[in-house]
């Protein structure tokens, strides 16, 4: 599996030379869309470049690694734009650059000394200092090839680097597997897992349960409100304020939770996650429509999403199982009761197992994904897992 990612980081103490490498890039490509245009079809990088290396190299002075890259970001653009003539969202135009990118090749054009970027600038090769976080530290650690990247200058002012990079994950084998660990996400707990040591993580989510009642609760307010007014226009917008902060809240709790739940996996030595198939979790739902959070498992599928993502990364493989009965299930004897539950507490009223009530559904899915090796074992291999990929919406 080849797994490509892009890492964004800022640069310390950008100068001028930054500035004007930016503008010249940008005119340098703005010359390079004239031609592509006249064509009146896109062009292949290669062709560009000959059609405009004596210009950018002598009329704008830049080195000749840069020409090529304007060629390939001019032809880069087009290709886009032609793919957007096919699904007739565009039509054919003159495309124009602003000075607010301009793309490096690795070791050509831009490289790494410690924690500094090196480029090369119109005034020669210069060095900027990078903010490193820890989260991106990783993609530093030699196993990971850098593509073409590019430096950009954001809204907000500041110059960034858009490091693009990939790594080849060797493809693990399930039936090679011995670890596996069940996730199981939910409201009360944001996720438990446990693996088959029977090792366990809980993941609260008192604190963003509250949040979020608070935000439901502010969100039913002004739907009435809406309702009464018609849907005036400033309830309107604040509805839609509300979605976007909710939405972004979210999508960072899922990634804290993710991310912990990854390196539990990996102290633990897991190499298979399993996890619920969520498809249809809204129809299986007992609250009443109008309480129903609509956020919520579209947040369950982000999460999963992200889990699996991460895994991925981690070269630990992902399987979905049957959610039906998880929670009700006991994990020793497999008698499913309602009744096997009572609050946090479950007990299994066949034989007697004992255990918290949030960590059984976990356990249940740890058990499921188990199986998925003896089922593929007994068929030879062949069988690949259910799907992964038909559940990322
Ligand atoms: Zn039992």
């Not at 030699?142 to 500041?158: E, M, P, Q, T, V």
Request: charged share 25%; with cysteine.
């Amino acid at each position: 599996m080849q797994l490509t990612k892009t890492i964004i980081l800022k640069l310390d103490s950008p100068d001028n030379n930054l500035e004007e490498l930016l503008s010249v890039f940008s005119q340098g490509m703005n010359y390079a869309s004239q031609i592509v245009f006249a064509n009146g079809k896109p062009m292949g990088s290669g062709r560009i470049q000959k059609a405009t290396y004596g210009h950018l190299r002598n009329e704008l002075g830049l080195k000749s690694q840069m020409c090529c890259n304007v060629a390939r970001q001019v032809a880069g653009a087009y290709k886009t734009l032609h793919e957007q003539i096919t699904i007739k969202q565009s039509e054919w135009q003159l495309l124009k650059f602003g000075p607010m990118s301009a793309t490096f090749s690795f070791e050509r054009d831009f490289g790494f000394s410690k924690d500094a970027l090196s480029i090369t600038t119109l005034a020669g090769r210069k060095k900027y200092k990078l903010q490193i976080y820890k989260y991106a530290e990783r993609y530093f650690d030699g196993s990971w090839k850098y593509l073409a990247s590019k430096l950009c200058l954001h809204r907000d002012g500041s110059y960034y680097f858009h490091l693009a990079c990939e790594k080849d994950m060797p493809d693990k084998k399930i039936t090679d597997a011995s670890t596996f660990m069940g996730v199981d996400v939910g409201i009360n707990r944001l996720a438990v897992a446990s693996t088959t040591d029977k090792k366990c993580i809980f993941i609260a989510g008192g604190e963003i349960k509250n949040h979020r009642d608070i935000r439901s609760k502010e969100r039913r307010r002004l739907q009435k409100a809406g309702g009464r007014y018609l849907g005036t226009r400033s309830s309107m917008r604040v509805l839609r304020n509300l979605a976007g902060r909710e939405t972004r809240f979210m999508t960072a709790v899922n990634h804290t939770v993710s991310r912990r739940l990854i390196e539990f996996a990996l102290e633990n030595d897991v190499s298979v996650i399993g996890m619920e198939d969520l498809t249809g979790i809204r129809e299986r739902t007992n609250v009443p429509k109008e309480f129903r959070c609509e956020h919520s498992s579209w947040a369950f599928r982000q999460l999963q999403n992200f889990i699996e993502y991460k895994a991925g990364e981690a070269g630990i493989a992902v399987i979905y199982v049957d959610p039906a009965h998880t929670s009700q299930t006991c994990p020793r004897c497999n008698h499913i009761s309602r009744n096997n539950r009572t609050g946090l507490a479950f007990r299994c009223e066949k034989c007697g197992y004992e255990t918290h009530a949030d960590r059984v559904g976990a356990m249940n899915i740890e058990h499921r994904a188990r199986d998925w090796r003896y089922i593929l074992e007994s068929q030879g291999g062949f069988v690949s897992p259910p799907d992964a990929t038909r559940f990322c919406t």
